[in-house]
T-cell receptor
């Protein structure tokens, strides 16, 4: 089955610094990947759709200058949280699938970001 | 109105019982529906998908879809303590998966 790898699993950073999270499709090519954020005891909220070779599409209310998404190849998408603040502390999860949206998506293992 | 709504729970059932999880959605054109299981601190894993009205069974899990009522449900038979997790309903809307808030299930030994 499709495997999506996400790195790092957890990261602690100081307020004001930037953090990059990588999402890789290991055994398939993904023209589209998705980035979600999940706060404790809440559901997954879609942040943006990452498209290979083009600009990401952000959901309403998500700051595109703060959450930079780059999908430079068919197997790698990155999310950079710029000038992180404690309120950005969350569980960030990427997803992708080679079977198309009709059949659901496989999720990466997630990244726990803590900003101190 | 939220796009995808679930009973937040927590839902507690004894071991061996049937757990029933419900979900409603607002977008009538949605064509595919999913149930994910999420353990604490982990990412979601797909357990069931359903596309047509009616029931779909896979082992101890049965998904039910009623497009006219915009309703999706998940039944877990012979519930086990290992089934204790948060169950997320997701709906494909224009190629994007939109999630409900999740239902926390606790199966007591």
């Amino acid at each position: 089955g499709a495997v999506v790898s996400q790195h790092p699993s957890w990261v602690i950073c100081k307020s004001g610094t930037s953090v990059k999270i990588e999402c890789r499709s290991l055994d398939f090519q993904a023209t589209t990947m998705f980035w979600y954020r999940q706060f404790p005891k809440q559901s997954l909220m879609l942040m943006a759709t990452s498209n290979e070779g083009s600009k990401a599409t952000y959901e309403q209310g998500v700051e595109k200058d703060k959450f930079l998404i780059n999908h430079a190849s068919l197997t790698l998408s990155t999310l950079t949280v710029t000038s992180a603040h404690p309120e950005d502390s969350s569980f960030y999860i990427c997803s992708a699938d080679n079977d198309g949206p009709f059949y659901g998506y496989t999720f990466g293992s997630g990244t726990r970001l803590t900003v101190v | 109105q939220k796009e995808v709504e679930q009973n937040s729970g927590p839902l507690s059932v004894p071991e061996g019982a049937i757990a029933s999880l419900n979900c409603t959605y607002s977008d009538r054109v949605s064509q595919s529906f999913f149930w994910y299981r999420q353990y604490s601190g982990k990412s979601p894993e797909l357990i069931m998908s359903i596309y047509s009205n009616g029931d779909k069974e896979d082992g101890r899990f049965t998904a039910q879809l009623n497009k006219a009522s915009q309703y999706v449900s998940l039944l877990i038979r012979d519930s086990q303590p290992s089934d204790s997790a948060t169950y997320l309903c997701a709906v494909n809307q224009g190629g994007k998966l939109i999630f409900g808030q999740g239902t926390e299930l606790s199966v007591k030994p």
